[in-house]
Nanobody, 124 residues
Framework: QVQLVESGGGLVQAGGSLRLSCAASGRTFSSYTMGWFRQAPGKEREFVAAISWSGARTHYADSVEGRFTISRDNAKNTLYLQMNSLKPEDTAVYYC?????????????????WGQGTQVTVSS
């Protein structure tokens, strides 16, 4: 089992940047595929980005491709999401998640552990 704690959310103006972190504890962090999801009020949770256990493979939602970068530091048991050129439609609660599957997966059902989320608000 792994415990996940997100941080780094906040209020930012459109065009600005934020860096989210997800600290992991418990079982070996480096054995998990990791992902970021987000959920806006009244909407379903949606995929943002995912990264393989080694960091060699990444995948992004079309809506964030070219603006967001997912990365991980297995030595620090930490996952990151660098968010640039933020838009008001990026406003949501952002969640990190861990999957035991050995492939990059994009659906919430394929993730086994979740953090509590961190709020990101982008003002226009």
């Amino acid at each position: 089992q792994v415990q996940l704690v997100e941080s780094g959310g906040g209020l930012v103006q459109a065009g600005g940047s934020l860096r989210l972190s997800c600290a992991a504890s418990g079982r070996t962090f480096s054995s998990y595929t990791m992902g970021w999801f987000r959920q806006a009020p009244g909407k379903e949770r949606e995929f943002v980005a995912a990264i393989s256990w080694s960091g060699a493979r990444t995948h992004y939602a079309d809506s964030v491709e070219g603006r967001f970068t997912i990365s991980r530091d297995n030595a620090k048991n930490t996952l990151y999401l660098q968010m640039n050129s933020l838009k008001p439609e990026d406003t949501a609660v952002y969640y990190c998640a861990a999957s035991t599957r050995d492939v990059v997966v994009t659906t919430p059902e394929r993730y086994d552990y979740w953090g509590q989320g961190t709020q990101v608000t982008v003002s226009s």
